[in-house]
């Protein structure tokens, strides 16, 4: 990286420097801090779980993961019913998806991705309250013997 920003022209790294000292939105910095504990505690719950308890194959935690967020979303219904109004509102959020159909679209395009992909896509559309519901809903239902 060092090589790279000796490369560019002085004007070029001069405008970047200038945002390293703008002050960052508070409320934007303490969601980057929730999902990055968000993303850590469940990959870790849910790896001790699905692959140390469970012996389950690889990747299977990230599968269950994946799984249980997007439930959470759809307020625990199946999709194959369809998306309910909450989840059309989490994905609201990304502001380039208004309405149901580009919705329905974007999510049948994203399944197809790689399932770490999806997990950190759903889990930076959450907000920090609803990570926090949604890990508590998790401690409750992984019970380890």
């Known amino acids: 990286m060092k090589d790279f920003i000796e490369k560019l022209p002085m ?27 968000t993303h850590s505690l469940l990959s870790e719950l849910y790896y001790n779980y699905w692959i140390v308890y469970a012996q389950e194959e690889p990747e299977q935690d990230r ?6 967020i997007i439930g959470y979303a759809n307020n625990d219904i199946g999709t194959l019913y369809g998306y309910v109004d909450k989840f059309y509102t989490i994905f609201k959020r990304n502001i380039f998806l208004k309405t149901e159909k580009a919705i329905d679209k974007y999510v049948k395009k994203l399944n197809k991705n790689n399932v770490n992909t999806e997990i950190n896509i759903f889990l930076g559309l959450l907000q920090a309250n609803e990570r926090e519901e949604f890990i508590n809903s998790v ?7």
């Open 11 to 37: 004007d070029i790294i001069l405008q970047i420097i200038l945002y390293t000292y703008n002050v960052q939105n508070k409320e934007l910095l303490n969601d980057i801090v929730s999902y990055k504990e």
């Open 139 to 145: 401690k409750g239902g992984l019970i380890f013997i």
């Open 63 to 68: 599968n269950w993961l994946i799984n249980d």
